[in-house]
């Protein structure tokens, strides 16, 4: 196949070719990039909460009077540890995925003189770590005499606690943090335990790296922590046990009003944190679907009519000794050439694209491997477009070159 | 003239219907995606209350320690109970009103309702009259009954229909907390959007059911939900939420002349300053005085996919249009010889060019009615969404004016090209060819 003739007969058509090629090319920039914005929603859907999800349910109740709050503890532990089913309850302040966030910023400076990072911490009895389910790497696990009262609302004065690898990189980067101290507010807190993963409630939006930036605090709860619970039992039970569970406080604890918003199993509570990511994926696809779409039928149009337009042309061929499969390769290395032009133009405009992505969203640099998928796709695409009008043509015969247009 | 055109256009069209379809439909998809798009960025991004908007302001300054001070940084979006109060009670706007949200359980009399969690605005005596607050039955409070910690309540319509059936409820007792409240007012349609003055409880579709005073709150330790900033070392007790150095309240004043802003503005700097040197905030003055408007955008609360989504159906209606184009160049050019004989029996290339744009607008119109049929069904979707906005994700008229507009105009513009290249045949040779 020669390119010399079909570059002859494009440079003919230019505005036609040019505007095929442009719109080859927008295709590209945006196919890229939302692959790229999916992909990362993906990754981001995908993290490791570090809990045991499938066995775990979360309780919220409000509406208790604050000099009751350790009654209604011991009332709705045993409660709820009563029901058929629940293995374990416990007190614990929030779960992953929970809309109940409580982040501080906590400094490895003693005069406090700068914040460091933002964590999230999780306080919680002896019986909610237990259930929690995670997974230690280094140092120890909490013993009786550090689960100790809070003070002021907040935290207990002196705390000693587990942090997750990625914070104790963060404040550590290479040191060993067992034993380090941090402070928050002018509460202390020394590191006893290291913990490989626990993911912050609302891990999105904070920046990236920052999704297992978590403390857990062992505290007696008394009356300064109240109203939130984790409940743990077989995954094949535990909807059905939180179910009942739901039914039960009113019974349990009949001053409280139930928090259906904030409450509901791990796993449920995950899927509504990312419905929106969810519903962004299926926008995405949708738009992406769209964009394939007008574009083979773009292709299909402008074929079509120089397929028309050239029928003579091409029965001036057929006659002097060009087969079927000659008028169709014309017509698909045609193709080839126009989209691998629209691919050239795309290429800068999808990196320009993410450039500005990169300003407004927390994306990184644009993988070449996006650019690649894509001009694959495109050309395919191409090829698919092309295919009817490219076949119509080969089947032109070559008594059409007698007769005039 | 016209008319004829108009014909001339719709022959031209239905005579190759699968080459018109795809044009039609191309504008359809692009005009769709784009206009579903856009009406939702139109509703969020909305003037919540148009007529007053203009004259409210949120006032912010700075009490914070110079832990991680740096120049321009921003003020905190709230303020602290001792700085609320004191703005408050100094009256120096026409109206203000200092608000936080919360969630305050509901224990009704009725035995058919269970008890739950209300939505809660706990708030000051101008919070009605400065927004315009409309009433059903009933009226606000006044200043005596912030400074008495009154138990009275005003409740939603909505909770009026829940409890009361619709009726009157003026007068009637309501449970909240453990506590007996007597209702003094039943609000009317009330349902800014964005939910302005109080925005962690969501910054649409966020009604409460009961408004409080304030002070009555605080006595009552009801809890306060949104978020509390706090610096130094007092960490932010929820009990003690009066003297910790944390920020929590919205305050919100009504300015109605430049000059009475370029005072409140002063009066900000000049407690800051004051406050500055007696020691409490170590800071110098920082404050800033947005109007409505102008602190929507400073929050963004236009959520950052609904952009992204707006740019995205952008960049797939210039490739929907760039394909209008070349398919119109298709077209146009295909009926060489037709023009030609138009022109050889004296038509002017103006009227050529004419006649060929009317063409495009009309597939234009065309496409714009299907788009606005797709826009339609785009934001039926977009309601089948969780996002807290997807409610109000409706078409208007100026929408839908806007999307025949942008359709017609964008097919107009696509045809530009097509219809210059067309109208420039050289009839003597399309002739002799034939």
Known sequence: ?405 | MFAYYFDLAFRSLKRNKALTALMVLAIALGIGACMTTLTVLHVLSGDPLPQRSGSLYYPQIDPRDMVDYGPNVEPPEQLSWVDGMYLLHAKRAARQALMTGGMVPLQPTQSTVDPFQAVALYTSSDFFPMFGVPFKYGTGWVDTEDEGKARVAVISASLNDKLFGGKNSVGQVLRLQETAFRIIGVLGDWHPNPHFYEWYMGSYASDEDVYLPLTTARDLKMEHDGSTDCWGNSGGDPEHLETVNCTWLQFWVQLDTPASVADYKSFLEHYSQDQHTAGRFLRPPNVRLRNLMQWLDYLQVVPSDTRLQMWLSLGFLAVCLINTVGLMLAKFMRRASELSVRRALGASQRALFGQLLIESGVVGLLGGLGGLLLALFGLWLVRQQPADYAELARMDIAMLLTTLIIAVGASLIAGLLPAWRACHVAPALQLKGN
């Open chain 1, 1 to 405: 196949m020669q390119i010399g003739p079909i570059l002859t007969a494009l440079r003919r058509h230019r505005v036609a070719t040019f505007l095929i090629a442009l719109e080859i090319a927008l295709a590209c920039a945006v196919l890229c990039n939302a692959c790229f914005l999916i992909v990362n929603r993906i990754e981001s859907m995908r993290i490791t909460s570090g809990v045991d999800e499938k066995a775990l349910a979360y309780i919220a109740v409000d509406g208790y009077a604050p000099e009751h709050a350790g009654d209604l503890n011991a009332r709705m532990v045993a409660g709820l540890s009563a029901l058929p089913g629940v293995k374990a309850a416990g007190v614990l302040n929030t779960v992953p995925f929970s809309p109940r966030q409580f982040i501080n910023g906590v400094t490895t400076d003693p005069a406090g003189q700068h914040y460091d990072h933002i964590a999230n911490m999780y306080n919680g009895d002896a019986a909610s770590l237990r259930m929690l389910g995670v997974r230690l790497l280094a140092g120890r696990m909490p013993t009786q005499d550090d689960y100790r009262p809070i003070e002021n609302n907040f935290e207990p004065k002196e705390s000693m606690v587990l942090v997750t690898r990625s914070l104790a990189d963060a404040l550590w980067s290479r040191e060993d943090p067992l034993g380090k101290e941090f402070w928050c507010v002018g509460f202390h807190f020394r590191v006893i335990g290291i913990i490989d993963h626990l993911a912050i409630p609302q891990p999105e939006g904070r920046g990236a790296g920052t999704e297992e930036f978590s403390v857990f605090v062992p505290v007696k709860p008394e009356n300064q922590l109240a109203g939130t619970y984790v409940i743990q039992a077989a995954p094949q039970d535990l909807p059905r046990v939180f179910r009942e569970a739901v039914l039960a406080i009113p019974r349990i604890a009949p001053e409280v009003v139930f928090d259906h918003e904030d409450s509901g199993l791990v796993s449920d509570l995950r899927e509504r944190y990312f419905r929106s990511d969810r519903s962004m994926i299926g926008i995405l696809s949708g738009v992406i679907l769209a964009l394939m779409l007008v574009t083979a039928l773009g292709i299909v149009g402008l074929a079509s009519f120089w397929v028309q337009q050239r029928r003579r042309q091409i029965g001036i061929r057929r006659a002097i000794g060009a087969t079927r499969a000659d008028i169709l390769r014309y017509f698909q290395t045609e193709n080839f050439l126009i989209v691998t032009l629209g691919i050239l133009i795309g290429v800068l405009l999808a990196y320009a694209l993410n450039i500005v992505l990169m300003k407004v969203y927390e994306v990184t640099h644009l993988p070449v491997a996006y650019l690649l998928a894509s001009a694959m796709v495109l050309w395919a695409l191409g090829q698919l477009a092309v295919l009817g009008p490219a076949l119509r043509a080969a089947a032109v015969p070559p008594v059409v070159a007698t007769r005039s247009a």
